[in-house]
């Protein structure tokens, strides 16, 4: 059943805040002004081995206003719930428009901050998909279910510790600006994660293996039955586990890969959501993580990858970690063409990147982390498409005869252009002869973005397909936090550099 706003939400004084913030700015000239109340509320519980490390419970509450003034961008923030005081934070928002008008102008550029045009939405409401909220869960059952798992793994033979972890987020997000659309939005989003670790008591060698299990924009059903297996993940951890510990070193060389989606989201990631960012082709964004090689002279022209690639930026997906539906300008949520048949066909906007390149509308992608923050360009669900009618896992792993099959995601490093990579995983099972022939161990494939992509020759069927996705994807000055999904079949690529990772370690 659909869930609706909370009401101690709505019972806020919030379009009396933004009247008097969206009042006072037009009163001072402002070209474009937008008011953000935002309620976030996060918690946390973290255990090892079946017994509570850590908690945490905060909730982040505020407002923001953010003009155009005079061509240049102003903003402020504050917390008193008071007319007069949103409006205050208003002229705060104005003078520090015509502060960076003045500083601007000084630098001899005359640049101006124009908005690309967007419908006006009005009273709109909308709420991410899930069916129980996990602030409505007691904190014990959380805790619970968490040492009942921890304490399975613990009575495993060979599994000598075990961490466990679930993260749960409420927001709420009220939006309102001067052209008159007005939203208000929840969305519920967690991720648990249990890691189990086996320790060689003669050699002290040790190796863990973590769930799968991907966060997501779903409930406390997410841990009791609803769109994921615990009990299958459990099972077979600790045999894993085992078979790691004695599995052999690779041997470095080149390699088929087949690449589960619970490592290839990240590679995506990395390699195409970083890189498809406009601010970061155009090098206004620079300073956390890098610009881009996909800049935007190479729009329609740039080959990406292989013919079957085809990937999606999506404000929409159903339980995506970046779903919403309006983003931090007021946008209505879309899904749109990142690469086509292999070629760069697309960027991630805001309404000023969008209105700077002449690219029309914006595709919702302005987000912020708290109401202290400025909206920033940030990373949709970006996601490769499954084959209609495509092939299984086991198929692809069928066509190899020399091989590696990558499962899980573990460390990576990328350039500051997103080009040069290397990704290891949490299992690697040799294939020979098309069948899967033993975990191996210290494996990492390393490539350029385009030859990694350009040896995509088969993606899976729907089947196949996984929404992964991390918490903690960062960008900006001052830093901000971003949770984002990655959906991706099983995927074959061919001959791929393999690196052992302690040989390389010792170099």
Request: aromatic share 8%; net charge negative.
């Amino acid at each position: 059943m659909p869930h609706s706003i909370d009401e101690a939400f709505t019972a806020l004084p919030l379009r009396a805040l933004a009247d008097a913030a969206l009042a006072r700015a037009r009163a001072l000239g402002a070209e474009h002004a937008d008011f953000r109340f935002e309620r976030v509320r996060s918690a946390a519980w973290r255990l090892r081995d079946a017994k509570p490390a850590g908690s945490s419970d905060t909730t982040d509450l505020g407002y923001a206003v953010r003009v155009v003034h005079g061509g240049a961008w102003g903003f402020a923030s504050g917390v008193d719930l008071s007319m007069d005081a949103a409006a205050k934070v208003a002229s705060q928002a104005v003078a520090m428009a015509k502060l960076s008008a003045r500083v601007i102008a000084a630098a001899g550029s005359e640049e101006k901050v124009e908005l690309a045009d967007e419908p006006v939405h009005s009273e709109r409401t909308w709420v991410s998909s899930y069916e129980i909220d996990p602030f409505s869960v007691p904190d014990s059952e959380k805790s619970g279910l968490l040492a009942e798992w921890s304490a399975r793994l613990l009575r495993a033979e060979g599994v000598a510790h075990v961490d466990a972890s679930l993260l749960t987020v409420h927001e709420n997000k009220f939006y309102a600006d001067t052209a008159g659309t007005v939203t208000t939005q929840q969305r519920v989003r967690l991720h648990p994660q249990l890691t189990a670790v086996a320790v060689d008591g003669t050699t002290g060698e040790f190796e863990s293996m973590r769930t799968l299990a991907p966060p997501v924009g779903r409930g406390w059903e997410y841990l009791t039955g609803t769109g994921w297996d615990w009990e299958a993940e459990l099972e077979r951890i600790p045999g894993l586990l085992a078979e790691k510990m004695r599995a052999p070193s690779v041997e470095a060389g080149t390699y088929d890969l087949v690449v589960d989606p619970s490592n290839l989201w990240l590679t995506i990631h990395e390699s195409i959501g970083h890189a498809t960012e406009l601010d970061r082709a155009l090098g206004y964004e620079a300073a956390y993580a890098g610009t881009s090689f996909a800049t935007f002279d190479q729009l329609g022209k740039l080959r990406y990858g292989s013919p079957v690639m085809n990937v999606t930026g999506d404000r929409t997906a159903e339980h995506g970690l970046a779903t919403v539906g309006y983003d931090d300008e007021g946008v209505e949520a879309q899904s749109w063409d990142l690469v086509k048949d292999g070629v760069l066909a697309g960027y991630q906007l805001d309404r000023r990147i969008a209105r700077l390149t002449g690219l029309g509308r914006s595709n919702g992608c302005a987000f912020a982390d708290s109401p202290s923050h400025v909206p920033v360009q940030r990373m949709a669900n970006v996601s490769l498409l499954p084959e209609p009618g495509g092939l299984s896992t086991e198929d692809l792993i069928g066509g190899v005869e020399r091989g590696i099959y990558v499962v899980g995601d573990r460390s990576w490093s990328i350039d500051m252009q997103r080009y040069n990579f290397q990704f290891t995983g949490q299992r690697f099972f040799r294939i020979e002869n098309g069948r899967l022939a033993g975990q191996l161990r210290d494996v990492a494939y390393q490539a350029t973005t385009t030859d990694f992509w350009g040896s995509l020759e088969k993606v899976g069927g729907p089947q196949t397909y996984v929404l992964g996705g991390a918490f903690n994807c960062g960008k900006a000055q001052p830093g901000q936090i971003a949770a984002v999904s990655h959906g991706c079949p099983s995927a074959l690529f061919r001959g791929v550099n393999i690196l052992n990772t302690t040989q390389e370690a010792g170099r």
